[in-house]
């Protein structure tokens, strides 16, 4: 998958997508990453890449020559074409379900706008889908751009490794997680890791994860649980978890 950010901060996103897991899969050549910056697509000598807004106000505004001459470039960086991506607050709430859906995808562009934001014009024109990462607002979309990026990322085949398979992330199939514990087995305060995963009883380890699953998402994110159609097994872990909660 290649993946091309239009940014005024290339820096960040390289920064973003050189370490861990996605860092890993460049290397690997399972992605390729690569950050544009209109600023080296003006034409004046202070390289305006604002203008102000139309109806006066305090913000301003991307100059459009600029972003519709870097993504030209992007377009025909390579021969196949990419989808692009306008981050935005307005755009439609980023889920583990899109994620899936567009790391299958050969090819994405990531515009990250910067003050406030891009011409409607452009958008109508240039931008296929438009994604939020949060209801919140900040300086530029290159946070939303590297949350695509590392999510999308290690979804790429051979990104990951069996320890730290997405297979038993949160979210991949619905729940959030279960608790981790590492050494001391009772810490400082006397708090002892839960016996089950002392046991060496894989079954019962795994039963025990699945019911923490099921639970914490029943507790911190109901929403979640109430999208998902749980199996017999799954209810009865559910049950129990409930039962010692209550
Ligand atoms: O919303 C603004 N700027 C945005 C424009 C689009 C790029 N920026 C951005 C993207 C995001 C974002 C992206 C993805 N998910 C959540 C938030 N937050 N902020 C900055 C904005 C800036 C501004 C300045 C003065 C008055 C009003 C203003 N609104």
Known sequence: MRIDVLTLFPEFIHAAAAVGVVGRAQQRGLIEVAAWNPRDFTHDNYRRVDERTFGGGPGMVMSTRPLTDCLAA????????????????????????????????????????????????LIAR?????????????????????????????????????????????????LLDCPHYTRPEVDAQGDAVPAVLLS???????????????????????????????????????????RTWL
Not at 99 to 121: S, T
């Open 74 to 121: 992007i377009r025909t960086a390579v021969p196949e074409p990419a989808r692009v991506i306008y981050l935005t607050p307005q755009g439609a709430r980023l889920t583990q379900r899109r994620v899936r859906e567009l790391a299958l995808l050969p090819r994405l562009a990531l515009v990250c706008g910067r003050y406030e934001g891009i011409d409607e014009r």
């Open 126 to 174: 240039e931008i296929d889908e438009e994604i939020s990462i949060g209801d919140y607002v900040l300086s530029g979309g290159e946070l939303g751009a590297a949350v695509i990026i590392d999510a999308v990322g290690r979804l790429q085949p051979g990104a990951l490794n069996d320890a730290d398979s997405a297979a038993h992330d949160s979210f991949e199939d619905g």
């Open 200 to 242: 060496g009883d894989h079954a019962a380890i795994a039963r025990w994860r699945r019911r923490e699953a099921l639970g914490r998402t029943w507790l911190r994110r109901p929403d979640l649980l109430a999208r998902m159609t749980l199996s017999r097994a799954d209810r009865a872990l559910l049950d129990d978890f409930r």
